[in-house]
């Protein structure tokens, strides 16, 4: 079984049963083993990588659902791998920009190795000297998502009241870090004690709550802001966001990065305290990470020298084995995750 370009290998594949209703579970996903050859087909513009980490993301989940309304990504096909962020060597390519050896981040085949024919979203990893994992999460697209939805869409001022909900998820423990270097104050929400002590104790949030012990969350939040919120980060959307819009303060931001709460329910709950963004002058603006990927390079410049010098902490929960990867994307929908939920396939 040698892994010379050319020769015939197996390939470990996570396949999608069937279009996924309600919260999805470990058997809407089977792993399977097929084969690749590991050449380019003569002629083909593309990039033949090796798997080493994949990234759960919340956004596959619309990608499991039988396409009915038009979405910004296209629907998984039941029967063939799933697809979606992950980190990879190039064993072969013939894309101008990219060649074998190669680390790259970007999209490809939840499988060992993967035939990129038409790159989505592909870059070249260029700093090593971080851990590589991280370009599954905060140097990868859920920091993107963080830093442009943050600073491009909120406009923080020094001061001001920032409250973040998934707060110790892939991007939520980010966005606390960076509000925190932008001197705000900040208090973060998430779903266990353990994950409220992690904003407290190691991300450096000023506050944070459980709000699964929260019976009432608008006064959860006053208790938090008693002046208001001048930013929040939306990444759950549901009755947490209608208790926001009761406690935003004149001329808040609303960035709406995710509404995780709505993904698995056939209809979505609706929102009631909308009219309030009326009065307080309120902006709510939705965005999706890609729009921002011209910022990836302004963005490392940030980040790199920060995570170098222990100024932003980042935790992953890590998956051994493409095995693992059905559980481990099912999990992040019920909060198993603490932090960023990532898959080892191969370590380099
Ligand atoms: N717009 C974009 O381009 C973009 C890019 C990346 C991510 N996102 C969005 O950002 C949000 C966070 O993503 P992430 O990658 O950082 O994921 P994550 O926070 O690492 O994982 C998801 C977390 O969501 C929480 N959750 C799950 N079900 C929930 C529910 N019903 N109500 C409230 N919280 C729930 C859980 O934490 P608890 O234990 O705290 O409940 C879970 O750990 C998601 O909404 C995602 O879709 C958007």
Known sequence: MASEVGVVIHNKQVILKDYVIGSPKESDMFVTTGTIQLKLPHGSNGVLVKTLYLSCDPYMRGRMKKPLLPSFVPPFEPGKPLSGYGVAKVLDSTHPEYKEGDLVWGTTGWEEYSLIVAPVV???????DVPLSYYTGILGMPGVTA?????????PKKGEYVYVSAASGAVGQLVGQLAKSAGCYVVGSAGSKEKVDLLKNKFGFDEAFNYKE?????????????????????NVGGKMLDAVLLNMRIHGRISVCGMISQYNIENPEGVHNLMMIIGKRVRMEGFVAGDYYHMYTKY?????PLIKEGKIIYIEDIAEGLESAPGALVGIFSGRNVGKQLVVVARE
Do not use: M, N, Q, W
């Open 300 to 304: 490392l410049e940030l980040v790199i």
């Open 122 to 128: 592909l870059f070249k990893i260029e700093h090593t």
């Open 214 to 234: 929260e019976p009432d969350l608008d006064a959860a939040l006053k208790r938090y802001f008693p002046e208001g919120i001048d930013i929040y980060f939306e």
């Open 147 to 155: 830093y442009a939805g943050f600073f491009e869409i909120c406009s």
